[in-house]
C-alpha cells in the first residue's frame, strides 16, 4: 500500500508541485535542478552522517557506538592535523597537535581500533582526508578484508579533494600534478575493485569556510571539478563510470534561500559540465552532495544561538535536496562537541526529518518566482567564474596563479569589514550584546595522547615483520617512479603494517613537497 503524505489537517501533500515549471525540470530529469530522484526524501531520507574522530582510534571508536545508538545513519570520520599531512604521531612535527582536530591513525592498527565492533560492509563511512586520502582508503579497504567483508560491496566517501588545498585550506602535501595522479590512480583502481566507493568528495565547504561568498563557493567547487573530470579522461577513464562515483561537499549558511538556490543551480550546472564532457548516462551527470552547517557561522558568544543558526542552515540544506548532512554542535566555536551538543544537533536533524513536513513533497519551493529567479541568477554569476578559469586554462592553473586564493580573500575581507561597521548583523556579537551568564565546558583533548601513540608505533615496529615492510616500501617507490596505478602497492604496504608516515615520505621523496608562494 502506498503511503500517504498528509498535513496535521488531513490534507494530502503531492509528490511534486509543477504549475509554471517547464516539464523538463522535473524531479530526476536532467538537468536535475529539482532534484535527483524523483520522490526524493518520501522514498528516502538524507543520510544522517556525524561528523566524529578525536584524540585516539580507542575514544573515537567510542563516539561512533554513541552516535549510531543515537541514530546516525553513516559515519563520518574527522582525522588529526598530522594524519592530514602525512606525518606519524611520534614525528617533531607532530608536537601539539596529535588527536586535536580529529582521531590519529598512524597504522592499520589503529583502523582496525577506530572500528572495532562496526561491520564495515553494513555501515557507509566518509572519510575527510586529502593528501593522504590514498592511504587511509587504503587501510580502510585492508580492514574490511580482514572482517571478511567483500570490498566489492563496501562503500562510503573519500574527500580526496586536493585542488581546493591549494586554494583555501592548506593540507596539501605533494605538488598539483603529482597530486592529480594519486587521485586519478584512486579513481581507476575504485572502479574496478571497490566499484560502491565514492571515490572523491569535491570539497566547497572549505571554501567557504576560508570566506567566499556562496557563489565562489558554487564556482570554485564546479571548477575544481571539472579539472577533476578532464585529468581521468586524459588518463583513459570512462566518464560514464567514474563521473558516477564522484560526489560534493558543499557548507550551508544563514541566508536561507540563497543557500536552497545554490544547490539547485549546482546540479544544473555539473549535469551540463558532464553532459558537455560526454558523459550520457544520468547517473553520470547527477551532482550528489553532502552538506555541513557552517562552522564559520557559530559563535562563541551565547553559544546556544548556534542551536538556531544550525537548524535554520539544516533546513536550507534539505530543502536544497542534499543526500546526507552533517549538523555542528553549538560548542563548536569553543571546543570539539561535547557528547551533549552532539546529541542536540543529531536530533535537529531528526526533528526536521519526522517533524516538520519538509520531507513530504519534492523542491517545496519549486516555482517560487523568488527561487526561481535566484537560482538563476547564482547560476549566471558562478557561469561568469568558471568562463574566466577555463579561460587561464582551469582551475591547476588557476589556483597556481593565485586567482582563487586572491578572490577568497577579498570576499573574506568585505565580510569582515561589513561584520566590524555592523552593517551586517550577527547577533550576539556586533548586535544584542549581553554579558554573558556562566560558561560551556568545552571538549578537551590531552596532549598525552602523542605519548601513547608514540608508544603504540614503538610496540607496531617491534612486532610487524621488518624485512616484509622494506620490500613494501621499495615497490612503493619503483612504481611512484614509474606510471603504474600506485593503489595496489599502498595496500600492500598498509597490510604489512607500514605506518602512514613511512608511506607519505615515500612520495615526498619522489614527488618532492608543495611550497606555497
Known sequence: MENKFVTTSGIEIKEVYCSAIPLEDSPGIFPFTRGIQKDMYRGRLWTMRQYAGFSTAEESNKRYHYLLAQGTTGLSVAFDLPTQIGYDSDHEMSDGEVGKVGVAIDSLRDMEQLFDGIELQKITTSMTINATASILLAMYIALAKKQGADIRQISGTIQNDILKEYAARGTYIYPPKASMRIITDIFEYCSKEVPKWNTISISGYHIREAGSTAV???????????????????????????????????????????????????????????????????????????????GSTLTAQQPLNNVVRVANQAMAAVIGGTQSLHTNGYDEALSLPTEAAAKVALRTQQIIAFESGITDTVDPLGGSYFIESLTNEIESAAQLYIDKIDAMGGAVNAIENDYVQNEIAAASYKYQLEVEEGSRVIVGVNRFVQQEEGTIEGFKIDDSIRLAQSDKIALL???????????????????????ENLMPVILVAVEAYATLGEIANVFREVFGEHKQC
Open 461 to 483: 615496529k617491534s612486532e610487524r615483520d621488518d624485512l616484509l615492510v622494506k620490500n613494501a616500501l621499495a615497490n612503493l617507490k619503483d612504481t611512484a617512479l614509474g606510471e
Open 216 to 294: 565562489q563557493e558554487l564556482a570554485f567547487t564546479l571548477a575544481n571539478g571539472k579539472a577533476y573530470l578532464i585529468a581521468a579522461l586524459e588518463k583513459g577513464l570512462d566518464i560514464n563510470v567514474f563521473a558516477k562515483r564522484l560526489s560534493f561537499f558543499f557548507n550551508c549558511h544563514n541566508n536561507f534561500f540563497e543557500e536552497i538556490a545554490k544547490f539547485r543551480a549546482a546540479r544544473r550546472m555539473w549535469a551540463n559540465i558532464t553532459k558537455s564532457l560526454g558523459a550520457a548516462d544520468e547517473k553520470a551527470q547527477m551532482l550528489r552532495f553532502h552538506t555541513q552547517t557552517g
